[in-house]
């Protein structure tokens, strides 16, 4: 393990751990501001879409694909629409894979 | 019997776990998929492990190894890890009363351990009416559950990928996309969610050329605010 795996791990544990820790920790003495508490919410939309567009609309990380002949979008697109119909995530994401494999490989 | 005298403790460990299975089966294939992608985004087998291990914090997992594979700086990682993990704060804080009341060797794993799951399952438990004592020890089987599974499933997956080569090349990383996917899109309720979701997506586009990818962390910056913001014009629900 290289020296900049170790930190990142060691990194990734302090911070983890000292957020789950601090109300446990500190107890009443610490408190969350209202404000937090809303802003918190928008955390997973905001994280996750931020990661998904660009690796969906330039899976080579350089050059815009917005066409279906895109496997990514078109993978993408699925797991979207099954996870906005159905609510279920496994099936969303088996769908999307599906597609996506089966356009790779009829795409050669 | 090698608890004779409390018989409570074991069956609460027991129903804690019990009740966590659902939820061992749903983290159960990102786990396999985060041990499968670890390695070929650059992390070693025993880092994989080693990371499942300490941090067990599965989003920030999968987005620490996302970021490492396209070149981002450890801040950048660190600080990211900070944002999406700082939900468990919050967690942390409903539970707090009912864990105000133990040592601190107790409160000290049970932290380690808080997951989404879990504090889903627990905080029914602690909601239920029943005066339990014994409360603390469905956290922790509900707790063991989890980790032993999210380490087994990474193990699982490590193995996986390493019997499988050149991975990287089968666009396996897709996995990852529709994972996030199929978290995000049906969190997209309301306007305000749809604001932060288009902006963060925006910004991210826009800023994706900026090095260390720095450019997420101002998307996600972006999103938090404008979601704040279109919530605040709406007003009050």
Request: contains cysteine; charged residues 10%.
């Amino acid at each position: 393990m290289s020296g900049h795996e170790l930190a990142l791990i060691l990194g990734m544990t302090a911070i983890t751990f000292l957020i789950r820790y601090a109300f446990f920790a500190l107890g009443d003495r610490l408190a969350f501001p209202p404000l937090a508490h809303r802003a918190l919410r928008f955390v997973p939309v905001a994280v996750l879409t931020a990661i998904i567009m660009p690796m969906v609309l330039l899976p080579d990380g350089a050059h815009w694909q917005i066409s279906w002949h895109n496997p990514w979008l078109l993978g993408a697109g699925v797991t979207g629409v099954i996870a906005w119909r159905f609510h279920h995530l496994l099936a969303s994401i088996t769908g999307g894979m599906l597609v996506f494999f089966l356009f790779r490989w009829i795409a050669g | 019997m090698p608890h004779p005298r409390h018989p409570r403790r074991r069956s609460e460990i027991w129903v804690g776990a019990r009740d966590s299975l659902p939820m061992l089966l749903g983290a159960a294939p990102f786990g396999i998929i985060f041990g499968t992608l670890a390695v070929p985004s650059g992390l070693s087998p025993f880092g994989a492990l080693a990371m499942s291990l300490l941090v067990f914090a599965g989003s920030a997992q999968f987005i620490a190894i996302n970021l490492l594979a396209g070149g981002a700086g450890l801040p950048v990682i660190l600080l990211t890890t900070f944002v999406v993990n700082l939900r468990h704060a919050l967690y942390s804080a409903t539970l707090l009363p009912h864990v105000a009341g133990l040592r601190q060797r107790w409160r000290i794993p049970l932290a380690f351990w808080l997951t989404d799951e879990t504090f889903a399952v627990v905080q029914q438990r602690y909601a239920a009416p029943d005066l339990s004592p014994h409360k603390h020890w469905y956290y922790l089987g509900s707790a063991l559950a989890m980790y032993g599974n999210w380490f087994l499933c990474t193990l699982l997956g490590v193995l996986l990928g390493r019997s499988i080569p050149r991975l990287e090349h089968l666009g396996l990383e897709f996995a990852m996309a529709a994972t996030f996917t199929g978290i995000v899109v049906p969190l997209l309720k309301g306007l305000p969610m749809l604001g932060a979701a288009l902006a963060a997506a925006a910004v991210a586009l826009t800023a994706r050329g900026l090095p260390y990818k720095l450019g997420l962390v101002l998307a996600a910056l972006a999103g938090v605010v404008i979601g704040v913001v279109l919530e605040e014009l709406r007003g009050p629900s």
